[in-house]
């Protein structure tokens, strides 16, 4: 029985509905087209983000949005895939399955509005992102004034165990700010089957643009693990679960060193789905690099160019689910993540802030164990078994 078999009987157990299936599946989406977007403009450069924390971040900036505005984010963000009607209240069923205390690993979320003192927002607004986000609002009397951004980064450092810290920089806060919507999101969880520290072996990893090889700490395990072998994209899918079992991380190593490329360029839903469907357990000598990644973007251009223009546009904005009126758009979206892969299981954390403002070769089956070496440039996620939800996201092309 295939791994996809045993997970899907894993939903029924769960109870997960059809509309918290299309919400994964457009977070999914979402969460590939973003990665595309940004290995074209980040090349050769390691990368890590977390799209549920993005998602998150414009679903609630999404429920006061209106006209052509609202349009162009559900289709960027592929809430169009799901019912208006019950997006946000399918967020909060995720949520509320995805941040469970007695998991077996350390996984919250938290939500906050920062809106100016004083101002009108709409009411049922905010009741909206109280209710399906849990998303208190805390009032603001000078957004220019340094405390306020101060303020805002100490809570997120807090709700991230100090992973990430200083979202926010000087200067984007200014006196035309009126609102300022917060996702911060920390994970830290043990592997199911822990690397022995006294294997770890000091190796070099390839580095695909400069043609050299760099130093790193390969942790060494052997055991049953679930793999699939795509001989069509050339790769091996290695899933390892974290304690627990409901998260785990999942790793696409083409089998040529320079395959990434080529893989990356090929990633979609339907893949993730073939790779879900391939996965079966067998005996895999594995070989992971430990390491730590830190990422930052700026990502108005970036969702400029996906398609959700308006938003960033004070002459066309349409935010009066937020304002009773046309005068706010988003001036800037922060986005900040941290990983660290290591003998005892990952930590990782991120964190993304929305500011509004006032406007004015094929692989042959090999001899078991099946020889899982990523010593060269690799896709890695950190999923919700059971939705199949990305939490995380990113590549390794250059540990050191």
């Given at each position: 029985m295939s791994e996809y078999i045993r997970n899907m009987a894993f939903y029924k157990q769960q109870d997960i509905s059809e509309q918290l299936v299309q919400l994964s599946s457009a977070n999914t989406r979402f969460a590939l087209d973003l990665y595309q977007t940004f290995q074209d403009e980040r090349r050769g450069t390691n990368l890590f983000f977390s799209p549920l924390s993005i998602s998150t971040a414009l679903a609630m900036t999404q429920l006061g949005a209106c006209g052509d505005t609202a349009t162009q984010i559900a289709d960027v963000f592929r809430f169009n895939q799901v019912d208006q009607d019950q997006l946000h209240?399918?967020?909060?069923?995720?949520?509320?399955?995805?941040?469970?205390?007695?998991?077996?690993?350390?996984?919250?979320?938290?939500?906050?509005?920062?809106?100016?003192?004083?101002?009108?927002?709409?009411?049922?607004?905010?009741?909206?992102?109280?209710?399906?986000?849990?998303?208190?609002?805390?009032?603001?009397?000078?957004?220019?004034?340094?405390?306020?951004?101060?303020?805002?980064?100490?809570?997120?450092?807090?709700?991230?165990?100090?992973?990430?810290?200083?979202?926010?920089?000087?200067?984007?806060?200014?006196?035309?700010?009126?609102?300022?919507?917060?996702?911060?999101?920390?994970?830290?969880?043990?592997?199911?089957?822990?690397?022995?520290?006294?294997?770890?072996?000091?190796?070099?990893?390839?580095?695909?643009?400069?043609?050299?090889?760099?130093?790193?700490?390969?942790?060494?395990?052997?055991?049953?693990?679930?793999?699939?072998?795509?001989?069509?994209?050339?790769?091996?899918?290695?899933?390892?679960?974290?304690?627990?079992r409901n998260l785990s991380l999942l790793i696409a190593l083409p089998v040529k060193d320079d395959g990434l490329g080529n893989l990356q360029t090929k990633l979609s839903a339907d893949i993730l789905r073939s790779w879900d469907a391939g996965l079966k357990s067998r005996q895999v000598n594995v070989l992971l690099p430990k390491f730590k990644l830190e990422a930052e973007f700026q990502l108005?251009?970036?969702?400029?160019?996906?398609?959700?223009?308006?938003?960033?546009?004070?002459?066309?904005?349409?935010?009066e689910g937020i304002s009773g009126d046309r005068e706010l758009y988003i001036s800037a979206?922060?986005?900040?993540?941290?990983?660290?892969?290591?003998?005892?299981?990952?930590?990782?954390?991120?964190?993304?802030?929305?500011?509004?403002?006032?406007?004015?070769?094929?692989?042959?089956?090999?001899?078991?164990?099946?020889?899982?070496?990523?010593?060269?440039?690799?896709?890695?996620?950190?999923?919700h078994r059971p939705t199949k939800s990305v939490l995380f996201m990113g590549r390794m092309m250059d540990p050191s």
């Open positions: 209240g399918t967020f909060k069923e995720l949520n509320n399955l995805l941040y469970q205390t007695n998991s077996g690993y350390k996984l919250h979320a938290a939500n906050r509005l920062y809106g100016k003192s004083g101002y009108n927002f709409v009411q049922s607004f905010l009741e909206g992102t109280a209710s399906y986000y849990g998303a208190a609002i805390e009032a603001v009397d000078n957004f220019a004034a340094p405390t306020a951004t101060h303020s805002i980064n100490d809570w997120v450092s807090k709700q991230t165990e100090d992973k990430i810290t200083n979202l926010i920089p000087p200067g984007i806060l200014n006196d035309l700010t009126r609102l300022v919507l917060v996702n911060a999101i920390y994970f830290k969880g043990n592997w199911e089957s822990k690397f022995r520290a006294e294997n770890t072996t000091q190796e070099t990893f390839k580095v695909l643009d400069e043609r050299k090889k760099v130093p790193v700490s390969l942790m060494i395990q052997k055991g049953k693990f679930a793999l699939a072998v795509d001989k069509t994209n050339d790769c091996l899918v290695l899933e390892m679960p974290y304690q627990g108005k251009e970036v969702l400029k160019r996906m398609g959700m223009p308006d938003a960033f546009n004070d002459g066309k904005a349409n935010f979206v922060i986005h900040k993540a941290f990983v660290d892969i290591n003998e005892e299981g990952s930590e990782a954390a991120a964190a993304t802030a929305v500011a509004v403002k006032l406007g004015c070769a094929r692989p042959r089956e090999p001899e078991k164990p099946t020889l899982f070496r990523a010593d060269h440039p690799f896709i890695f996620m950190i999923r």
